[in-house]
Every structure is written in structure tokens, then in C-alpha cells.
């Protein structure tokens, strides 16, 4: 946590990506207001609190004078950067995290990324769990070894990827093709929605495919975490079938 007027606006100019979260005391007025109106350009969640709840927040440390920033303890990459990645490849593989709100399940989710071999994860912007402490922890070292970015308009992004030619797939209960059914083997973008709601409509209006993994009867879905590692290490051994090796 970066409390105090000059650390928060040095760390929105140097590292506006790696910001969480900007906290505001309610009454806060001057030098803030410029800040909260720059953090809201560049997309990051404003929450505003009574001045004893940023307080607390800040662990009564030092003076927040009326402001503090989350930080992610793991540096995000850029958008761009995990999409080149992804395109040097003719196998290249994104996950696109979208309303999942728990940072154990994120955990969960960069973990398998990184077991499945993926090149980059990228986390909606708004309503999306980010790299908290909680979620770095649950993903026991994971996120160490694969590159997270942060999306400000994941729909868009989906677009932009199909267009330079890679299959879109939405993890969906009612999906129209079933998860051993589709061709895995090129450019992949994976979108896992929220543990509840599943991904906004116009992210997964915006891919391709739907994808459903049938499940026995009594059972509405699987973990999101656990649901996306199935569809990724299918990839996987459709990609080892046709490149076999050592």
C-alpha cells in the first residue's frame, strides 16, 4: 500500500499499470481530486472510505492525506507485449481472465497457465481479481514464471485477436461444441468468465466458440480454474499428437 499525495502521483506517472486499486477519503479535497481524475483516465477502480477505514487500510503507518494506492506486488506486463508473444508462435496460447473475483481461483488460474505452457494471461481491468498477495500466494510461484497483463476493454481485445488470426473460445456450461471436439493446435485465446456469472456478455459474444464440457447430472459446473486446465492441457496433447517428440 503507497499512501500520501506526492507517492501516489509519482506512482501513477512511473507504473500506472502495476495500481490495483486508488483509496480516497471521502473529504478529501485539492491535490486529490487532480489524482482521482487521472487514475480514472487510465481506468483504475476508484473507491472512496470514511478517513478511519483509509486509516486502517494503511495500517496507521504514517499520514495518507486522504489517498492511497494498491499495488500489485508482481509487475504487469503490457497488453502488447504478451500479444507478440503470443503471435511469434503458430501455436501461440492467451488466457483472458474476465469477472473472476477470487484470488484463489486466479491463483489457481495462473498456476495451471504456467504448468500448460501459456504465454500470457490477461486480466480485465474492471471486476476482475488483480495480483493481490492472496492470489500471488495461491499460485505458489506460478505467477513468478508467467507474464500477467492488465485489459481495460477485453471485448475490443477479442476482437483484435481474431483478426490476426486466433480461435476466440469462452468456457460456457450451454456451449455449442464440446471441449474434445474442437482443433486446438493454432492460435488460441481462452476466455474463463466469473465463478458465477461467467464472462460480461459482450467478452463472450465477441469470441468464436462456445465451449461446454459435459458433466454428469446434479453437477451445473466445475471450478473455473479447474475448467479452464481442462480445455488447456487438451491443447497440449493435441499439440504433442501432432508434433511428436521426446
Known sequence: MVFGVQPVQELLAGRPRDVERIYVA?????????????????????THLDRERLASKVGRRGSHQGIAALVAPVPYST????????????DGVLVLVDRVTDPGNLGSILRTCAAAGV????????????????????????????????????????QRLRKVGFLALVLAPAGEASWDRLDLCGR????AGGEERGPRPGVAAACDTKVAIPLE???????????TAVILFEARRQRRGANPGP
Do not use: C, F, W
Open 26 to 46: 471521502r473529504d478529501a479535497r485539492g491535490p486529490v481530486g487532480r489524482i482521482v481524475r487521472a487514475a480514472r483516465q487510465t481506468g483504475i477502480p476508484v
Open 79 to 90: 497488453v502488447d507485449e504478451l500479444v507478440a508473444r503470443a503471435r511469434s508462435k503458430p
Open 119 to 158: 504465454d500470457g494471461v490477461l486480466l480485465s481491468r474492471d471486476g476482475t481479481a488483480g495480483l493481490t498477495p492472496h492470489a500471488v500466494k495461491a499460485s505458489a510461484g506460478a505467477v513468478e514464471r508467467i507474464p500477467v497483463a492488465r485489459v481495460p476493454a477485453p471485448g475490443p481485445l477479442v
Open 188 to 191: 488460441i485465446l481462452l476466455v
Open 217 to 227: 447430472k446434479g453437477i451445473d459446473s466445475l471450478n473455473v480454474a479447474v475448467a
